[in-house]
């Protein structure tokens, strides 16, 4: 049933644990209540000095692996280096002037097996029989078929159901300009196919160390034929030299031969970059953190 209609069904459904990260201040709804995907949990990270009463309206940015951003207690890596201390670098940049103050909402994995996220990552579209072949010839993990894929009801369940209930109850601004999203790995490959697919809701993605490799590049191939033209989007692209990383360089090239091609300027609305000696970890996904915020929250906007 649309959103509006099942609304206050959501409000009712959804308690929520206030937490206190380094700085700003977490709201941890354990099981959003949702009827495309499994429910999950949701943190949503409000920035300090963040007032609902107040005329500031703030902007989005909706993250994937939200078990990693966060160094909280509720996570199942709670101890761990595994963390991408989201709060620590926001707060630094919107400090300094660096950045305009924003939200973030942190989404969940339903379940923390690669085969699980795998299924709401892989963007579905692109997964030809022919593809889908060459990812079980691979190791694939999800053995059932490429009917199995929900990541299109994964994407429905952001801009459907988590987005409206987000702008409904936080002092968001909901333009496209102001709802951004980012990810990592396959993470970057979901945020990648989300600006596909709805351009209109999405204004700018980050997509650190994307997971180009799989099927030998098949899901940048899907994009060539269906990117946003330039104009009112800023895309940021990086990936490293070590582990996993080492693999991603040849398939970046090509998506950034892509993103001329779309009409994207170097520096102006689209960047990528390459770190010599990164790996493929939350580790080196935190240390250059600050550069995909810098670009899609600058300031002086």
């Known amino acids: 049933m649309p959103y509006k209609d099942k609304e206050k069904t959501l409000k009712a459904q959804i308690p929520f644990m206030p937490m206190t990260p380094i700085a700003g201040t977490i709201s941890h709804y354990k099981s959003f209540a ?4 499994r429910p999950r949990p949701v943190d949503v990270w409000l920035p300090e000095g963040y007032d ?24 199942p890596f709670a101890g761990m280096d595994l963390f991408w201390d989201v709060d620590k670098a926001m707060t630094r940049l919107a400090r300094a002037g660096e950045i305009t103050p924003a939200m973030v909402v942190a989404v969940w994995m339903a379940d923390w097996n690669e085969g ?9 579209k692109p997964v030809t029989e022919t593809v889908w072949q060459t990812m079980l010839q691979n190791g694939w993990n999800n053995k059932e078929g490429s009917d199995t894929l929900t990541s299109d009801l994964y994407l429905r369940f952001l801009v459907e159901e988590l987005k409206p209930f ?3 109850n936080y002092a968001t601004n ?3 300009s102001h709802t951004l999203m980012m990810g990592s790995s396959m993470g970057g490959l979901i945020s990648a196919y989300a600006l596909s697919e709805y351009p209109e809701v999405y204004g700018g993605v980050a997509c650190l160390s994307t997971e180009w490799a799989i ?13 946003p ?7 940021y692209f990086d990936h490293g030299t070590e582990t996993y990383d080492a693999h991603y360089g040849p398939y970046q090239e090509q998506m950034d031969e892509v993103m001329r091609k779309r009409g994207y300027t170097a520096g102006v609305d689209w960047i990528s970059q390459r770190f010599v000696g990164a790996d493929h970890s ?6 250059r953190l600050h550069i995909p915020l810098k670009f899609l929250l600058n300031a002086s906007k």
Not at 34 to 37: A, Q, S, V
């Open 282 to 287: 939350p580790k080196a996904w935190r240390e």
């Open 116 to 124: 699980a996220r795998g299924a709401e990552y892989m963007p579905q």
């Open 34 to 37: 949702c009827e495309l995907i």
């Open 215 to 227: 099927s030998d590049g098949a899901v940048m191939r899907w994009l060539e034929h269906h990117w």
């Open 52 to 75: 609902p009463n107040s005329s500031v309206r703030y902007p989005v940015i909706y993250m994937h692996d939200g078990q990693m951003l966060f160094h909280v207690e509720t996570s």
């Open 166 to 168: 987000i702008d409904d």
């Open 229 to 235: 033209a330039a104009g009112t989007h800023q895309i």
């Open 174 to 176: 909901p333009d496209p």
